[in-house]
Structures are given as structure tokens and as C-alpha cells.
């Protein structure tokens, strides 16, 4: 388990933009130093706001994005091309525009008739990642280089709900979610024990709305009531704030804003 450490940026805006840069570097540096990189994405405003930034960014061009793993941390499980699934928002965002490689691109399963419900396209999922897991990582799922989470006003993250089962898994990697309270109801989510295999999880908040959130996971509260707090990475977790997220929290947590 790693301390939190915590970013706060002047805007949502800035916060997307220095997140997509530090993103940049850590997919080049993996790639200098083990071949490939592998990121798990986020869905949501903060998620998509980085992908954007980061397509935005000149230096996006410094990635070999043939050479790069993308996962995904949770999906609406709802048909393929929907416009509410993660996938097609981040393809919107980012990957349509960069060269990656498609077998490297492991979307969760759709809702589109092969999988017969969010139950057997989480188990389809911990399989591929199961597959892709080395002898040398932390149990049947990759040492992902990096994991983006963003944080839900609920203090959610992926689709792991306050006090909802997921957020209890100990033993499974995915899960499949029902009941979720914000829509749609059924998604699939990696789960805690999958998400703290990371060597870096990277938590993504912006907004006054997410000040609550944001103040609670980080001041102790437990996981099942507060899933933020049972976010983090083997080596480092990285809270990305904006000011207004981080309005509630003890100010000698973390440095002053950048200008
Ligand atoms: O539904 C979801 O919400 C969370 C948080 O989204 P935000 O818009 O409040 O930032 C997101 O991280 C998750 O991937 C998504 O499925």
C-alpha cells in the first residue's frame, strides 16, 4: 500500500492537462524501460477530460501507441457503439485519433446478445486478464503501469458503489455490478483487490461536488462506505485534484495550487 499523494490544480482544465502530460511520461518511460506500457482507463467527465487533453497535447507524439495496453477499469454495460459506454466516449476523446494496436485494446464485453449478462462478460474479462498476467505479477491480473480512477460524488470509483457487493469482492478481479445508483443500473468493474495490483493508481476529481468525496476518502473513512479509500497502487497513488475538489480537505495535506 502506498501514502497518497495529493496534486491540486488551479482548474479542471489545468488539472487535465498536466494530468495528460505526467500521463505522457510515465507511457514513454515504461516503454524505454520494459518494451510496452499499460494503462487502465477511467470513464466519466474527469477520464474523458484527460484523454481529451492528452489528444490535444504536441508531446502526444512521443508515445508509441503501438505499444501500448489499454484496460478499462469499469463499463456501462450497455450495446456496443453506445454513447454511453466508456469505450465509445474514450474513443470519441482519444483512440480514434492515435495508431494502437487493436489486439492491444481489451474493451470490456457489450451488452449485445454474446454475453448474456454483466455476470459472464466480468468472468469473460478476468479471463483475458488472467491471460495477459505474467508469473512475476501480483496475482491473475497485469502490473498495470498506471490506473486511472475518477471519483464519483458518492466517492465511488470504476463501478465499485458505496456499501453495493462490488466494493466487498475479495477473492474475483471482475465483477458484474447491478443496482448501481447512478445510471445505468448494470456495469462490469474491475474490483479493489484488481485495482491495487497497479503499480500507480492515479485518482482523478474535479468540482465543488466532488469536494465531500474527496475530503472523506482521504481522511480515513472505510472502504465499503467510502470506496475511494481502498484505491491505491503497489508504488504510488497520485490524487489529481482541482481546487474546488480539494476545498474540503485539511490544508496541510498537500501543496498550494499551481498558478
Ligand atoms: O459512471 C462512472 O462514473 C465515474 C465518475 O464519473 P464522473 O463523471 O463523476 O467523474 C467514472 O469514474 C466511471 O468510470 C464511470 O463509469
Do not use: C
Request: charged share 20%; no cysteine; net charge negative.
Amino acid at each position: 500500500m502506498s501514502t497518497p499523494q495529493i496534486v491540486v490544480h488551479r482548474d479542471k482544465e489545468l488539472m487535465a492537462q498536466a494530468a495528460a502530460a505526467r500521463l505522457i511520461t510515465k507511457i514513454v518511460d515504461a516503454q524505454a524501460a520494459r518494451g510496452s506500457a499499460s494503462v487502465v482507463l477511467t470513464g466519466g467527465r474527469n477520464g474523458n477530460g484527460l484523454l481529451a487533453a492528452l489528444a490535444a497535447a504536441p508531446a502526444r507524439d512521443a508515445v508509441d501507441w503501438s505499444r501500448l495496453d489499454l484496460w478499462w477499469g469499469d463499463e456501462r454495460f450497455l450495446p456496443e457503439g453506445d454513447p454511453e459506454r466508456n469505450a465509445t466516449q474514450a474513443r470519441e476523446a482519444l483512440l480514434d485519433a492515435v495508431d494502437l494496436d487493436p489486439a492491444r485494446v481489451h474493451y470490456m464485453p457489450a451488452a449485445d446478445g454474446k454475453h448474456d449478462d454483466a455476470d459472464a462478460a466480468a468472468e469473460v474479462y478476468a479471463a483475458e486478464l488472467a491471460a495477459a498476467a505474467r508469473p512475476e505479477d501480483h496475482g491473475p491480473v497485469p502490473s498495470f503501469d498506471v490506473l486511472l480512477l475518477g471519483v464519483g460524488p458518492d466517492t465511488h470509483v470504476a463501478s465499485l458503489f458505496p456499501e453495493l457487493p462490488g466494493v466487498r469482492e475479495t477473492e474475483r478481479t471482475v465483477v458484474g455490478v447491478h443496482g448501481a445508483p447512478k445510471p445505468p443500473p448494470t456495469r462490469v468493474s474491475l474490483t479493489l483487490p484488481a485495482i491495487r495490483a497497479a503499480r500507480e493508481v492515479w485518482l482523478l476529481a474535479a468540482g465543488e461536488d466532488k469536494a465531500n468525496a474527496v475530503a472523506m476518502a482521504l481522511s480515513g473513512a472505510g472502504e465499503i462506505q467510502t470506496p475511494a479509500a481502498g484505491a491505491y497502487g503497489r508504488q504510488r497513488t497520485l490524487w489529481l485534484l482541482d481546487a474546488p475538489a480539494a476545498a474540503q480537505l485539511p490544508r496541510g495535506l498537500y501543496p498550494p495550487a499551481s498558478p
